[in-house]
T-cell receptor, first 117, second 110 residues
Framework: GAVVSQHPSRVICKSGTSVKIECRSLDFQATTMFWYRQFPKQSLMLMATSNEGSKATYEQGVEKDKFLINHASLTLSTLTVTSAHPEDSSFYIC?????????????FGPGTRLTVT | EDQVTQSPEALRLQEGESSSLNCSYTVSGLRGLFWYRQDPGKGPEFLFTLYSAGEEKEKERLKATLTKKESFLHITAPKPEDSATYLCALCSGNTGKLIFGQGTTLQVKP
């Protein structure tokens, strides 16, 4: 149990375009999903927290209008990087948790490698 | 300020050579301390959750322990397949968010 998937696993886009990343909890209902960014040889940095049916809460320094997060159902959250630039190239990882499993245990997706050219 | 520091940054072991990874932390209210394993290009894989000082958990060659200031991940007789980056994270009672350390990259040579 506790499987989280992400799609796509890799994406290359041109500067100025937008890209959407999906995060799905496959075998449980995720009341909360988290989005992280990880630069090479660095640890995970939390970008935002999203609860199903409500607006995401963004960490300080993360642009809300650039990183659009939607958590429309208990099994799906999406992150859209709008007007992507090369500095947005990174490894984006989502995690999911639920009240049933104990809020604090987060299960992570396999990550999405974004390259902006 | 809640903070997590892992040491060493990198660790090279021979197969069978036991060792420990350290995670030091400061937190206003600990809801849990987590250990994850991350392979290159993959998301973190959950290993353990520890909630109170004195707690210990084991899984195969790994054992995690917790004190009021630090946690250790003990690796007994490691194998090459244990090579990975091990991440420590704490969940603060104030925010409920995970704060990650920088990780320890372990390489086990046959």
């Amino acid at each position: 149990g506790a499987v989280v998937s992400q799609h796509p696993s890799r994406v290359i886009c041109k500067s100025g375009t937008s890209v959407k990343i999906e995060c799905r909890s496959l075998d449980f209902q995720a009341t909360t999903m988290f989005w992280y960014r990880q630069f090479p040889k660095q640890s995970l940095m939390l970008m935002a927290t999203s609860n199903e049916g409500s607006k995401a809460t963004y960490e300080q320094g993360v642009e809300k209008d650039k990183f659009l997060i939607n958590h429309a159902s208990l099994t799906l959250s999406t992150l859209t990087v709008t007007s992507a630039h090369p500095e947005d190239s990174s490894f984006y990882i989502c995690s999911a948790t639920s009240l049933d499993r104990g809020y604090d245990e987060q299960y992570f997706g396999p990550g999405t490698r974004l390259t902006v050219t | 300020e809640d903070q997590v520091t892992q040491s060493p940054e990198a660790l090279r072991l021979q197969e069978g050579e036991s060792s420990s990874l350290n995670c030091s932390y400061t937190v206003s209210g600990l809801r849990g301390l987590f250990w994850y394993r991350q392979d290159p290009g993959k998301g973190p894989e959950f290993l353990f959750t520890l909630y109170s000082a004195g707690e210990e958990k084991e899984k195969e060659r790994l054992k995690a322990t917790l004190t009021k200031k630090e946690s250790f991940l003990h690796i007994t007789a490691p194998k090459p397949e244990d090579s990975a980056t091990y991440l420590c994270a704490l969940c603060s009672g104030n925010t409920g968010k995970l704060i990650f350390g920088q990780g320890t990259t372990l390489q086990v040579k046959p």
